[in-house]
């Protein structure tokens, strides 16, 4: 049986949810996402530097959805999306949980995850090296990055990258991620 991303979403939309997205991402809802998200932390009375982490990390995550989607399966319900992705933003004790998720292309996942556990297995001291030799070594990608996204999202939430890929079929997995964005203590 194949992951049912239906299903998925539908568990991770429990508690305090700020924001529930899924569809096509494009510049139009990155916009709209960003700013409901920066209101709903204003309403509720945030620190200016919990809003600010959020927001970077909320930038990176979307910047990811939308440079880095594969095409949906063709047996995938939502034909219609052109860059499929999911998103939600939670609030919970200390911080917020930012969940994204995309379909992968079976071929593109060992290097995503090679990436992913290389950012995992460094410290902190680390990643603000990698991040720096990036940015001065890089070059722009055909989809518009530079590798930045996922060091981006490691040193500025301090914490490990929560992923996994759950099998669709041969040729497709869900990737997911589920960022934790903490206070400050």
Known sequence: ????????LTDQSTGDIVLNYKGNIDSDVINH???????????ADEQAKLRK????VL??????LYHHVDPVPEDFEDQSSDRYG????KKIEGGYKIITGNFVNAEHIEKLEEKIKRINRSSHEEIK???KFILNHQKISQKGGGGLGLVDIARKTGN????????????HSFFYMNILVQDDI
């Open 53 to 56: 982490k959020v927001y970077n």
């Open 59 to 64: 930038v990176e995550s979307l910047q990811n």
């Open 1 to 8: 049986m194949s992951f049912n991303v239906e299903n998925y």
């Open 86 to 89: 999911l998103l939600i933003v």
């Open 160 to 171: 490990p990258l929560d992923y996994s890929f759950q099998k669709y079929n041969d040729k």
């Open 33 to 43: 996402v960003l700013d409901t998200v920066e209101g709903k932390m204003v309403e």
């Open 129 to 131: 090296e990698l991040y």
